[in-house]
Protein backbone atom coordinates (compact mmCIF):
# COMPACT_ATOMS: atom_id res chain seq x y z
CA UNK A 1 0.00 0.00 0.00
CA UNK A 2 1.34 3.48 -0.97
CA UNK A 3 2.94 5.28 2.21
CA UNK A 4 0.60 8.65 1.66
CA UNK A 5 -1.67 9.10 4.20
CA UNK A 6 -4.81 11.35 3.77
CA UNK A 7 -7.55 12.83 5.93
CA UNK A 8 -10.96 13.76 4.25
CA UNK A 9 -13.23 16.12 6.88
CA UNK A 10 -16.51 16.86 6.56
CA UNK A 11 -18.09 20.02 8.30
CA UNK A 12 -21.98 19.56 6.94
CA UNK A 13 -24.48 17.04 7.81
CA UNK A 14 -24.93 15.02 4.65
CA UNK A 15 -21.82 15.26 3.04
CA UNK A 16 -21.55 12.32 0.69
CA UNK A 17 -18.62 13.79 -1.25
CA UNK A 18 -16.05 12.49 0.87
CA UNK A 19 -17.51 9.20 1.40
CA UNK A 20 -17.34 8.93 -3.02
CA UNK A 21 -13.51 10.01 -2.55
CA UNK A 22 -12.60 7.68 0.15
CA UNK A 23 -13.60 4.75 -2.05
CA UNK A 24 -12.18 5.51 -4.86
CA UNK A 25 -8.79 6.04 -3.54
CA UNK A 26 -9.27 3.11 -1.35
CA UNK A 27 -10.10 1.35 -4.46
CA UNK A 28 -6.74 2.67 -5.81
CA UNK A 29 -4.43 1.04 -2.44
CA UNK A 30 -4.56 4.51 -0.95
CA UNK A 31 -5.82 4.57 2.83
CA UNK A 32 -8.24 6.98 3.68
CA UNK A 33 -9.08 8.55 7.72
CA UNK A 34 -12.75 10.05 7.41
CA UNK A 35 -13.80 12.68 9.92
CA UNK A 36 -17.44 13.43 10.20
CA UNK A 37 -17.78 16.75 12.37
CA UNK A 38 -21.01 18.06 11.35
CA UNK A 39 -22.60 21.55 13.71
CA UNK A 40 -25.80 23.00 13.52
CA UNK A 41 -26.49 26.04 10.43
CA UNK A 42 -23.21 28.61 11.09
CA UNK A 43 -22.25 27.46 14.37
CA UNK A 44 -18.49 27.50 14.97
CA UNK A 45 -16.45 24.95 16.41
CA UNK A 46 -15.42 25.65 20.51
CA UNK A 47 -12.04 25.34 20.96
CA UNK A 48 -11.86 21.81 22.14
CA UNK A 49 -13.86 20.78 19.44
CA UNK A 50 -10.90 22.75 17.27
CA UNK A 51 -8.09 21.36 18.78
CA UNK A 52 -9.61 17.67 18.56
CA UNK A 53 -10.12 17.76 15.16
CA UNK A 54 -6.75 19.40 14.01
CA UNK A 55 -4.98 16.70 16.34
CA UNK A 56 -6.62 13.87 14.21
CA UNK A 57 -6.12 15.75 11.36
CA UNK A 58 -1.85 16.87 11.51
CA UNK A 59 -0.36 13.47 10.89
CA UNK A 60 -1.69 13.26 6.94
CA UNK A 61 0.11 14.38 3.94
CA UNK A 62 -3.03 15.42 2.67
CA UNK A 63 -6.47 17.08 4.20
CA UNK A 64 -9.51 17.37 2.21
CA UNK A 65 -12.17 19.18 3.41
CA UNK A 66 -16.21 18.96 1.75
CA UNK A 67 -17.92 22.88 1.85
CA UNK A 68 -20.84 22.26 0.52
CA UNK A 69 -22.99 25.15 2.42
CA UNK A 70 -22.52 28.77 2.79
CA UNK A 71 -23.40 28.04 6.73
CA UNK A 72 -20.22 25.66 7.17
CA UNK A 73 -17.64 28.06 5.49
CA UNK A 74 -16.72 29.65 8.90
CA UNK A 75 -15.88 26.19 10.16
CA UNK A 76 -13.67 25.14 7.19
CA UNK A 77 -12.09 28.51 7.73
CA UNK A 78 -11.28 27.41 11.75
CA UNK A 79 -9.64 24.33 10.78
CA UNK A 80 -7.48 25.82 7.90
CA UNK A 81 -5.85 28.65 9.85
CA UNK A 82 -5.30 25.87 12.90
CA UNK A 83 -3.57 23.47 10.67
CA UNK A 84 -1.69 26.81 8.71
CA UNK A 85 -0.06 27.10 12.34
CA UNK A 86 1.35 23.54 12.61
CA UNK A 87 5.25 23.29 12.14
CA UNK A 88 5.00 20.28 9.32
CA UNK A 89 1.93 21.58 7.69
CA UNK A 90 -0.16 19.01 5.47
CA UNK A 91 -1.51 20.26 1.63
CA UNK A 92 -4.95 21.23 1.90
CA UNK A 93 -8.06 20.87 -0.40
CA UNK A 94 -11.24 21.99 -0.37
CA UNK A 95 -14.02 20.73 -2.25
CA UNK A 96 -17.70 20.87 -2.89
CA UNK A 97 -20.38 23.61 -4.15
CA UNK A 98 -19.04 26.43 -2.17
CA UNK A 99 -15.56 26.16 -3.08
CA UNK A 100 -16.65 24.76 -6.34
CA UNK A 101 -18.09 28.42 -7.73
CA UNK A 102 -15.80 30.64 -5.55
CA UNK A 103 -12.58 29.36 -6.44
CA UNK A 104 -10.64 32.52 -5.93
CA UNK A 105 -11.72 33.28 -2.69
CA UNK A 106 -10.98 29.58 -1.42
CA UNK A 107 -7.56 29.87 -2.90
CA UNK A 108 -6.83 32.30 -0.48
CA UNK A 109 -7.12 30.09 2.41
CA UNK A 110 -6.09 26.43 0.94
CA UNK A 111 -3.56 25.07 -1.43
CA UNK A 112 -5.78 24.02 -4.06
CA UNK A 113 -9.51 23.31 -5.04
CA UNK A 114 -11.26 20.60 -6.55
CA UNK A 115 -13.76 22.02 -9.10
CA UNK A 116 -16.96 19.32 -9.21
CA UNK A 117 -17.16 15.79 -8.67
CA UNK A 118 -13.74 14.95 -6.47
CA UNK A 119 -12.54 11.17 -7.10
CA UNK A 120 -10.46 11.34 -10.23
CA UNK A 121 -8.75 14.94 -9.91
CA UNK A 122 -7.78 13.86 -5.98
CA UNK A 123 -6.52 10.50 -7.11
CA UNK A 124 -4.16 12.42 -9.71
CA UNK A 125 -3.38 15.18 -7.20
CA UNK A 126 -2.58 12.33 -4.17
CA UNK A 127 -0.58 10.59 -6.52
CA UNK A 128 1.53 13.41 -7.93
CA UNK A 129 2.24 14.46 -4.29
CA UNK A 130 3.46 11.22 -3.71
CA UNK A 131 5.87 11.15 -6.49
CA UNK A 132 6.80 14.84 -5.99
CA UNK A 133 5.28 15.51 -9.54
CA UNK A 134 3.43 19.06 -10.45
CA UNK A 135 0.27 19.66 -10.11
CA UNK A 136 0.28 21.97 -12.63
CA UNK A 137 -2.28 19.82 -15.36
CA UNK A 138 -4.16 18.10 -12.99
CA UNK A 139 -7.92 18.65 -14.56
CA UNK A 140 -10.38 20.09 -11.94
CA UNK A 141 -7.59 20.89 -9.45
CA UNK A 142 -6.77 24.81 -8.97
CA UNK A 143 -3.68 25.39 -7.15
CA UNK A 144 -1.82 28.61 -5.77
CA UNK A 145 1.84 26.87 -7.44
CA UNK A 146 -0.24 27.98 -10.84
CA UNK A 147 -3.64 30.15 -10.84
CA UNK A 148 -3.18 30.69 -14.39
CA UNK A 149 -3.18 27.09 -15.57
CA UNK A 150 -6.65 25.79 -15.03
CA UNK A 151 -7.52 22.14 -16.88
CA UNK A 152 -11.11 21.62 -16.70
CA UNK A 153 -12.54 18.12 -18.04
CA UNK A 154 -16.14 17.97 -19.23
CA UNK A 155 -16.86 14.17 -18.49
CA UNK A 156 -17.80 13.14 -14.93
CA UNK A 157 -17.03 10.11 -13.71
CA UNK A 158 -18.67 6.55 -15.09
CA UNK A 159 -20.76 6.07 -12.13
CA UNK A 160 -20.51 1.89 -13.13
CA UNK A 161 -16.80 1.95 -13.34
CA UNK A 162 -15.87 2.26 -9.73
CA UNK A 163 -17.21 1.51 -6.02
CA UNK A 164 -19.37 4.63 -5.42
CA UNK A 165 -19.35 4.84 -1.83
CA UNK A 166 -17.52 4.14 1.52
CA UNK A 167 -19.32 3.17 4.53
CA UNK A 168 -16.97 0.66 6.38
CA UNK A 169 -16.19 1.13 9.87
CA UNK A 170 -12.88 -1.07 10.38
CA UNK A 171 -9.89 0.34 11.38
CA UNK A 172 -6.61 -1.15 10.44
CA UNK A 173 -4.45 -0.07 6.76
CA UNK A 174 -7.58 1.24 5.17
CA UNK A 175 -8.83 4.57 7.37
CA UNK A 176 -10.24 5.05 10.65
CA UNK A 177 -13.28 6.71 11.00
CA UNK A 178 -14.26 9.42 13.47
CA UNK A 179 -17.50 11.26 14.20
CA UNK A 180 -17.56 14.80 16.81
CA UNK A 181 -20.07 14.23 19.10
CA UNK A 182 -20.15 17.28 21.72
CA UNK A 183 -16.71 17.76 22.81
CA UNK A 184 -15.30 14.46 21.98
CA UNK A 185 -14.10 12.98 18.21
CA UNK A 186 -15.14 9.09 18.54
CA UNK A 187 -13.58 6.49 16.54
CA UNK A 188 -15.92 4.30 14.96
CA UNK A 189 -14.77 0.85 15.43
CA UNK A 190 -17.78 -1.55 15.40
CA UNK A 191 -21.23 -1.94 13.26
CA UNK A 192 -23.28 -0.85 16.72
CA UNK A 193 -21.61 2.47 17.04
CA UNK A 194 -22.38 3.21 13.17
CA UNK A 195 -21.20 5.99 10.84
CA UNK A 196 -24.80 5.86 9.24
CA UNK A 197 -26.55 8.35 11.74
CA UNK A 198 -23.41 10.78 11.32
CA UNK A 199 -24.78 13.35 8.76
CA UNK A 200 -28.47 13.40 10.00
CA UNK A 201 -27.32 14.04 13.67
CA UNK A 202 -27.36 17.70 14.42
CA UNK A 203 -30.72 17.94 12.08
CA UNK A 204 -32.29 15.07 13.89
CA UNK A 205 -31.69 16.49 17.61
CA UNK A 206 -32.70 19.90 16.52
CA UNK A 207 -35.85 20.08 14.16
CA UNK A 208 -38.99 17.92 15.17
CA UNK A 209 -39.75 18.07 11.41
CA UNK A 210 -37.34 15.43 10.70
CA UNK A 211 -37.91 13.70 13.39
CA UNK A 212 -35.54 10.90 14.76
CA UNK A 213 -34.19 9.46 12.24
CA UNK A 214 -30.86 7.12 13.61
CA UNK A 215 -29.55 4.15 11.59
CA UNK A 216 -30.29 6.26 8.48
CA UNK A 217 -28.04 4.76 5.72
CA UNK A 218 -27.75 8.32 2.64
CA UNK A 219 -26.73 7.21 -0.80
CA UNK A 220 -26.41 8.63 -4.29
CA UNK A 221 -27.22 6.60 -7.67
CA UNK A 222 -27.32 9.03 -9.96
CA UNK A 223 -25.47 12.67 -11.17
CA UNK A 224 -26.91 15.92 -12.55
CA UNK A 225 -30.65 17.40 -12.65
CA UNK A 226 -32.79 17.73 -14.93
CA UNK A 227 -33.97 21.16 -13.64
CA UNK A 228 -32.42 24.88 -14.32
CA UNK A 229 -33.50 26.25 -11.04
CA UNK A 230 -32.77 30.42 -10.89
CA UNK A 231 -32.20 29.78 -6.87
CA UNK A 232 -29.71 26.51 -7.54
CA UNK A 233 -26.49 26.08 -8.40
CA UNK A 234 -27.25 22.80 -9.95
CA UNK A 235 -27.54 24.84 -13.38
CA UNK A 236 -23.66 25.83 -12.81
CA UNK A 237 -22.71 22.08 -12.44
CA UNK A 238 -24.61 21.20 -15.64
CA UNK A 239 -22.56 23.60 -17.54
CA UNK A 240 -19.28 21.65 -16.04
CA UNK A 241 -19.86 18.54 -17.41
CA UNK A 242 -21.39 17.64 -20.77
CA UNK A 243 -24.19 20.10 -20.48
CA UNK A 244 -25.75 18.25 -17.58
CA UNK A 245 -26.13 14.89 -18.76
CA UNK A 246 -27.77 12.62 -15.88
CA UNK A 247 -25.26 10.04 -14.76
CA UNK A 248 -26.77 6.85 -13.57
CA UNK A 249 -25.42 3.72 -11.72
CA UNK A 250 -27.14 0.69 -12.82
CA UNK A 251 -30.17 -0.34 -10.67
CA UNK A 252 -28.25 -3.97 -10.35
CA UNK A 253 -25.11 -2.40 -8.98
CA UNK A 254 -27.15 -0.01 -7.04
CA UNK A 255 -29.17 -3.06 -5.19
CA UNK A 256 -25.52 -4.55 -4.68
CA UNK A 257 -23.95 -1.71 -3.05
CA UNK A 258 -26.73 -1.06 -0.61
CA UNK A 259 -27.08 -5.10 0.35
CA UNK A 260 -23.34 -5.02 0.95
CA UNK A 261 -23.60 -2.34 3.24
CA UNK A 262 -26.19 -3.35 5.38
CA UNK A 263 -24.20 -6.67 5.55
CA UNK A 264 -21.76 -4.51 7.52
CA UNK A 265 -24.59 -2.57 9.17
CA UNK A 266 -27.44 -4.26 10.52
CA UNK A 267 -28.42 -1.36 12.53
CA UNK A 268 -29.55 0.37 9.24
CA UNK A 269 -33.15 1.25 9.64
CA UNK A 270 -33.69 3.35 6.02
CA UNK A 271 -32.30 3.83 2.82
CA UNK A 272 -32.47 8.15 1.83
CA UNK A 273 -31.44 8.39 -1.70
CA UNK A 274 -29.48 12.13 -2.33
CA UNK A 275 -30.48 12.11 -6.13
CA UNK A 276 -32.04 14.92 -6.84
CA UNK A 277 -35.01 13.10 -8.60
CA UNK A 278 -35.00 9.78 -8.07
CA UNK A 279 -38.07 9.99 -10.32
CA UNK A 280 -36.02 10.80 -13.74
CA UNK A 281 -35.10 7.26 -13.93
CA UNK A 282 -37.27 5.33 -16.92
CA UNK A 283 -40.16 3.04 -15.85
CA UNK A 284 -38.37 0.20 -16.58
CA UNK A 285 -35.76 1.28 -14.08
CA UNK A 286 -37.49 1.68 -11.39
CA UNK A 287 -39.67 -1.45 -11.47
CA UNK A 288 -37.10 -3.48 -11.65
CA UNK A 289 -35.28 -1.33 -8.55
CA UNK A 290 -38.03 -2.08 -6.68
CA UNK A 291 -38.17 -5.58 -7.79
CA UNK A 292 -34.63 -6.18 -6.52
CA UNK A 293 -34.75 -3.90 -3.59
CA UNK A 294 -38.09 -5.31 -2.16
CA UNK A 295 -36.49 -8.84 -2.19
CA UNK A 296 -32.74 -8.26 -1.43
CA UNK A 297 -33.18 -4.64 1.02
CA UNK A 298 -36.70 -4.44 2.22
CA UNK A 299 -36.02 -1.27 4.55
CA UNK A 300 -37.87 1.76 4.41
CA UNK A 301 -36.70 4.26 1.52
CA UNK A 302 -37.11 8.10 0.94
CA UNK A 303 -36.81 9.62 -1.95
CA UNK A 304 -37.08 13.44 -3.74
CA UNK A 305 -39.35 14.22 -6.77
CA UNK A 306 -40.06 17.22 -9.28
CA UNK A 307 -43.61 17.46 -10.57
CA UNK A 308 -42.78 17.19 -13.91
CA UNK A 309 -41.09 13.70 -13.56
CA UNK A 310 -43.55 12.39 -11.33
CA UNK A 311 -46.59 10.17 -12.30
CA UNK A 312 -48.72 7.72 -11.24
CA UNK A 313 -47.33 4.62 -12.97
CA UNK A 314 -43.64 5.60 -11.93
CA UNK A 315 -45.09 5.98 -8.30
CA UNK A 316 -47.13 2.32 -8.18
CA UNK A 317 -44.07 1.07 -9.36
CA UNK A 318 -41.52 2.18 -6.78
CA UNK A 319 -43.90 1.42 -4.31
CA UNK A 320 -43.59 -1.87 -4.43
CA UNK A 321 -40.43 -1.52 -2.72
CA UNK A 322 -41.44 -1.46 0.76
CA UNK A 323 -42.59 1.73 3.25
CA UNK A 324 -41.71 4.78 0.95
CA UNK A 325 -41.34 8.51 1.95
CA UNK A 326 -41.31 10.80 -1.32
CA UNK A 327 -40.19 14.74 -0.56
CA UNK A 328 -41.58 16.68 -3.28
CA UNK A 329 -40.56 20.25 -4.29
CA UNK A 330 -43.43 22.99 -5.12
CA UNK A 331 -41.72 25.99 -3.72
CA UNK A 332 -44.09 28.55 -5.32
CA UNK A 333 -48.25 28.83 -5.32
CA UNK A 334 -47.16 31.77 -8.33
CA UNK A 335 -46.86 30.86 -11.55
CA UNK A 336 -45.60 33.93 -12.41
CA UNK A 337 -42.66 33.62 -9.74
CA UNK A 338 -42.65 29.66 -11.08
CA UNK A 339 -41.67 31.08 -14.60
CA UNK A 340 -40.09 34.50 -14.50
CA UNK A 341 -38.04 35.01 -11.23
CA UNK A 342 -37.70 30.42 -10.14
CA UNK A 343 -37.26 29.37 -13.91
CA UNK A 344 -39.00 26.53 -13.28
CA UNK A 345 -39.15 25.54 -16.29
CA UNK A 346 -43.12 23.83 -17.49
CA UNK A 347 -44.27 23.29 -13.82
CA UNK A 348 -47.69 25.04 -12.96
CA UNK A 349 -50.44 24.90 -10.30
CA UNK A 350 -52.01 22.19 -11.82
CA UNK A 351 -49.27 19.88 -12.53
CA UNK A 352 -48.35 20.55 -8.46
CA UNK A 353 -51.60 19.78 -7.19
CA UNK A 354 -52.02 16.42 -9.50
CA UNK A 355 -48.88 15.23 -8.24
CA UNK A 356 -49.54 16.31 -4.38
CA UNK A 357 -52.86 14.41 -4.97
CA UNK A 358 -50.92 11.11 -6.28
CA UNK A 359 -48.76 11.09 -3.62
CA UNK A 360 -51.62 12.11 -0.91
CA UNK A 361 -54.02 9.16 -2.43
CA UNK A 362 -51.88 6.55 -1.76
CA UNK A 363 -50.82 8.05 1.17
CA UNK A 364 -54.43 7.73 2.56
CA UNK A 365 -54.47 3.98 1.01
CA UNK A 366 -51.57 3.74 3.34
CA UNK A 367 -49.49 2.38 0.38
CA UNK A 368 -46.98 5.27 0.88
CA UNK A 369 -45.79 7.56 4.23
CA UNK A 370 -47.47 10.99 4.28
CA UNK A 371 -45.44 12.87 1.46
CA UNK A 372 -43.28 15.69 2.48
CA UNK A 373 -43.87 19.25 0.22
CA UNK A 374 -41.25 21.70 0.07
CA UNK A 375 -42.02 25.87 -0.31
CA UNK A 376 -39.75 28.71 -0.19
CA UNK A 377 -41.14 31.93 0.98
CA UNK A 378 -38.77 35.32 1.33
CA UNK A 379 -38.30 35.70 -1.80
CA UNK A 380 -37.29 39.72 -2.34
CA UNK A 381 -38.75 39.95 -6.09
CA UNK A 382 -42.24 38.35 -5.17
CA UNK A 383 -45.01 40.65 -4.24
CA UNK A 384 -47.80 40.18 -0.98
CA UNK A 385 -49.98 38.65 -4.31
CA UNK A 386 -47.41 36.06 -4.93
CA UNK A 387 -46.62 34.89 -1.06
CA UNK A 388 -50.85 34.96 -1.02
CA UNK A 389 -50.67 32.67 -3.98
CA UNK A 390 -48.58 29.85 -2.03
CA UNK A 391 -50.91 29.51 0.74
CA UNK A 392 -53.69 29.45 -1.87
CA UNK A 393 -51.93 26.25 -3.73
CA UNK A 394 -51.35 24.86 0.11
CA UNK A 395 -55.12 25.23 1.10
CA UNK A 396 -55.55 23.32 -1.86
CA UNK A 397 -53.39 20.39 -1.74
CA UNK A 398 -54.99 17.25 0.12
CA UNK A 399 -54.07 16.32 2.99
CA UNK A 400 -52.35 14.32 4.89
CA UNK A 401 -49.12 15.85 4.07
CA UNK A 402 -45.84 17.26 5.87
CA UNK A 403 -44.76 20.94 4.93
CA UNK A 404 -41.47 22.07 4.91
CA UNK A 405 -41.18 26.20 4.67
CA UNK A 406 -37.54 27.38 3.91
CA UNK A 407 -36.13 30.65 3.70
CA UNK A 408 -34.45 31.35 -0.23
CA UNK A 409 -30.72 31.60 0.67
CA UNK A 410 -29.08 33.38 -2.19
CA UNK A 411 -25.98 31.01 -3.24
CA UNK A 412 -23.00 32.53 -5.27
CA UNK A 413 -22.91 31.98 -8.75
CA UNK A 414 -27.09 31.31 -8.92
CA UNK A 415 -28.77 32.72 -11.36
CA UNK A 416 -30.80 34.33 -8.60
CA UNK A 417 -27.89 35.96 -6.45
CA UNK A 418 -25.98 37.34 -9.78
CA UNK A 419 -29.35 39.03 -10.51
CA UNK A 420 -29.28 40.15 -6.86
CA UNK A 421 -25.96 42.00 -7.13
CA UNK A 422 -27.10 43.26 -10.09
CA UNK A 423 -29.59 45.66 -8.49
CA UNK A 424 -27.56 45.91 -5.25
CA UNK A 425 -30.41 44.10 -3.62
CA UNK A 426 -27.16 42.53 -1.51
CA UNK A 427 -23.16 43.06 -1.66
CA UNK A 428 -21.01 40.56 -3.43
CA UNK A 429 -18.84 37.91 -1.48
CA UNK A 430 -15.35 38.79 -1.82
CA UNK A 431 -14.27 36.66 0.87
CA UNK A 432 -14.89 32.68 1.26
CA UNK A 433 -15.34 32.96 4.87
CA UNK A 434 -18.40 35.65 4.74
CA UNK A 435 -21.78 34.97 3.49
CA UNK A 436 -24.16 37.17 1.30
CA UNK A 437 -25.70 40.52 3.45
CA UNK A 438 -28.29 41.86 3.00
CA UNK A 439 -31.89 40.50 1.99
CA UNK A 440 -32.39 36.85 3.12
CA UNK A 441 -28.79 36.13 4.34
CA UNK A 442 -29.96 33.65 6.69
CA UNK A 443 -31.48 29.94 5.66
CA UNK A 444 -32.16 27.71 9.07
CA UNK A 445 -34.30 29.11 11.79
CA UNK A 446 -31.48 29.56 14.30
CA UNK A 447 -32.46 32.55 16.62
CA UNK A 448 -36.37 33.46 15.87
CA UNK A 449 -35.59 36.97 16.66
CA UNK A 450 -33.19 37.11 13.49
CA UNK A 451 -35.00 35.06 11.32
CA UNK A 452 -38.40 37.02 11.39
CA UNK A 453 -36.62 40.37 10.98
CA UNK A 454 -35.72 38.88 7.80
CA UNK A 455 -39.73 39.39 7.07
CA UNK A 456 -40.52 41.85 4.34
CA UNK A 457 -42.93 44.46 6.00
CA UNK A 458 -46.59 45.06 5.43
CA UNK A 459 -48.30 41.93 2.76
CA UNK A 460 -44.98 40.06 2.62
CA UNK A 461 -44.34 39.71 6.35
CA UNK A 462 -48.05 38.65 6.74
CA UNK A 463 -48.54 36.12 4.07
CA UNK A 464 -45.04 35.10 5.18
CA UNK A 465 -45.83 34.93 8.27
CA UNK A 466 -48.60 32.45 7.60
CA UNK A 467 -46.98 30.13 5.95
CA UNK A 468 -44.45 29.08 8.61
CA UNK A 469 -47.55 28.81 10.55
CA UNK A 470 -48.97 26.20 7.69
CA UNK A 471 -45.17 24.36 8.34
CA UNK A 472 -45.77 20.29 9.68
CA UNK A 473 -47.94 18.23 9.91
CA UNK A 474 -51.12 19.13 7.55
CA UNK A 475 -53.88 16.53 8.64
CA UNK A 476 -57.09 16.20 9.53
CA UNK A 477 -58.86 19.66 10.86
CA UNK A 478 -55.48 21.43 11.03
CA UNK A 479 -52.95 22.94 8.32
CA UNK A 480 -49.97 22.92 10.86
CA UNK A 481 -50.75 25.53 13.53
CA UNK A 482 -53.59 26.99 11.69
CA UNK A 483 -57.13 25.24 11.76
CA UNK A 484 -58.45 24.15 8.35
CA UNK A 485 -61.89 26.58 8.63
CA UNK A 486 -60.03 29.54 9.51
CA UNK A 487 -57.67 29.60 6.27
CA UNK A 488 -60.91 31.37 4.37
CA UNK A 489 -60.41 34.12 6.91
CA UNK A 490 -56.88 34.72 7.04
CA UNK A 491 -56.60 35.16 2.99
CA UNK A 492 -58.97 38.51 3.61
CA UNK A 493 -57.15 41.86 4.38
CA UNK A 494 -55.01 41.44 7.00
CA UNK A 495 -56.37 42.94 10.32
CA UNK A 496 -55.30 43.21 13.64
CA UNK A 497 -57.29 40.82 14.87
CA UNK A 498 -56.04 38.41 12.14
CA UNK A 499 -52.62 39.59 12.97
CA UNK A 500 -52.63 38.59 16.60
CA UNK A 501 -54.18 35.20 15.76
CA UNK A 502 -51.24 34.81 12.89
CA UNK A 503 -48.43 35.93 16.16
CA UNK A 504 -50.42 33.72 18.28
CA UNK A 505 -50.60 30.39 15.94
CA UNK A 506 -46.98 31.27 14.61
CA UNK A 507 -45.39 30.30 18.39
CA UNK A 508 -48.18 27.87 18.70
CA UNK A 509 -46.31 26.09 15.82
CA UNK A 510 -44.22 22.68 16.29
CA UNK A 511 -41.04 23.90 14.96
CA UNK A 512 -41.47 27.03 16.50
CA UNK A 513 -42.37 25.52 19.93
CA UNK A 514 -39.36 23.55 19.69
CA UNK A 515 -36.88 26.26 19.01
CA UNK A 516 -38.25 28.52 21.89
CA UNK A 517 -37.77 25.30 24.07
CA UNK A 518 -34.09 25.02 22.68
CA UNK A 519 -33.64 28.96 23.78
CA UNK A 520 -35.22 27.95 27.16
CA UNK A 521 -32.60 25.49 27.58
CA UNK A 522 -29.77 27.69 26.71
CA UNK A 523 -30.77 29.76 29.92
CA UNK A 524 -33.27 32.16 28.52
CA UNK A 525 -36.81 32.10 29.95
CA UNK A 526 -39.87 31.83 27.52
CA UNK A 527 -41.35 34.89 28.28
CA UNK A 528 -38.58 36.95 27.42
CA UNK A 529 -38.00 34.98 24.05
CA UNK A 530 -41.64 35.62 23.41
CA UNK A 531 -41.95 38.92 24.19
CA UNK A 532 -38.29 40.11 21.88
CA UNK A 533 -40.22 37.75 18.81
CA UNK A 534 -43.52 39.33 19.25
CA UNK A 535 -41.68 42.75 19.30
CA UNK A 536 -40.61 42.07 15.78
CA UNK A 537 -42.88 40.20 13.95
CA UNK A 538 -45.61 43.48 15.31
CA UNK A 539 -42.80 45.96 13.71
CA UNK A 540 -43.12 43.82 10.80
CA UNK A 541 -47.07 43.69 10.20
CA UNK A 542 -47.89 47.08 11.43
CA UNK A 543 -49.78 46.86 14.32
Known amino acids: MPSFRTALVSVW ?21 LLFCPQYGDQLYTESQLELIVRTAENHDLVGISCSTEMSKRRVVQIVEELRKLEQKPFVVLGGHAATFTPEQALKYVDAVCIGEGEKPILDLVERLRTG ?9 WSNENKTIRCITKEGPNLDAFSTIDY ?12 LV ?11 ESVLDIDRITTATKDPLFKERTGVLFYT ?10 YCQSPKLNELYSGGKIRKRNVGLVIDD ?8 PNTTEISFFDDDFFVRSLSEIDKFSRDYEERIGLPLFVYANPRTLNERKLQALAKAGKLTVNIGLQSGSEIVLREIYRRGKQNNEKAVGAATILT ?33 VKRLPKPFELHVHSLELLP ?25 GLMATAELQDFTEHVKELQSGGHAYFTLLMYCLAGSNIGDYNGSIPSDRLDWLLGEPTKEKKEFLVESFLKNQRVRHYLQERVNRGETEMKIRERVESVLREKLGY
Open 133 to 141: RNIFLVPNI
Open 413 to 437: NSALYERAVRERRIKPVWDFAERPT
Open 168 to 179: GYWGGDSGRYYR
Open 258 to 265: LQKIIAEH
Open 13 to 33: KGEMGIRHISAYLKQNGYPVD
Open 221 to 230: SSRGCASFCA
Open 361 to 393: DYAKSGIIERPWIDFIVNNPWATPEDVRDDVYL
Open 182 to 192: GDSLVEIKTPE
